[in-house]
């Protein structure tokens, strides 16, 4: 187990890339705060169960990032239940798709306190805590969308690609207090979201530009995420890493 005695921050874990990496840090040993913006009882059952199989606590808090009063609640009673932290997944996020001129002022406002101020609250709050501690592990899951800027996505590629520059200044600040920060990109993947958010020539037209030609599995995500937090990449920081299937 790659990450046994490791404990991991992980956000928006109740449902697609984000319950997969969950599972994923989970069977790697690793003990996880799980940041959900509701806890049902098909979601305690199931972390129940990943509890069980790999002798773990998932202890689950309410994180909503549309309000920066639930982020400040959230990030503090992780800090104050634990007395380190070795790994911060940001996954949560929020989509939208309009075009420009159809997207209102308070949208764009509204996607950026998801995917990108609060984000920001959050991890400088648990990011003192690694400070101290003088190691950390900062992953921040992005989107192609934030790189390549398709047509109707511009408030959530704005907000992505924000994030993924700020994670690149992160990085080097952080760097000297053995802390490393990379970001995760994945293409187009097969998620509930993705398909409520797509149209199907949508996907059609990105798998026909896509050499595998296919769109991504939620477990190919998750999989370069636990990479990318683990010793197994130790001297990667700074990075945007693309899983996409090759997509040009």
Known sequence: MILKNKISVITGCNRGIGREILTKIANSGSDVYACVRKIDSEFEDFTKILEKKNNIFIKKIILDLSSSESTKDAANKIINDTSTIDILINNAGAVHTATYLMTPLSKLKSIFETNFFSQTLFT???????????????????????????????????????????????????????????????????TEMMRNNTKEEVIKNVISRTPLQRIGKMEEIANVALFLVSDESSFITGQEIRVDGGMY
Request: aromatic letters at 4%; charged letters at 20%.
């Open 124 to 190: 400088q709050m648990i990011s003192k805590k690694m400070i101290k501690e003088k190691k950390g592990n900062i992953l921040y899951i992005t989107s192609t969308s934030g790189i390549d800027n398709e047509p109707g996505r511009g408030a959530y590629s704005a907000s992505k690609s924000s994030l993924a520059s700020q994670s690149i200044v992160l990085s080097k600040e952080l760097g000297p207090f053995n802390i490393r920060v990379n970001s995760l990109a994945p293409g187009l993947t097969d």
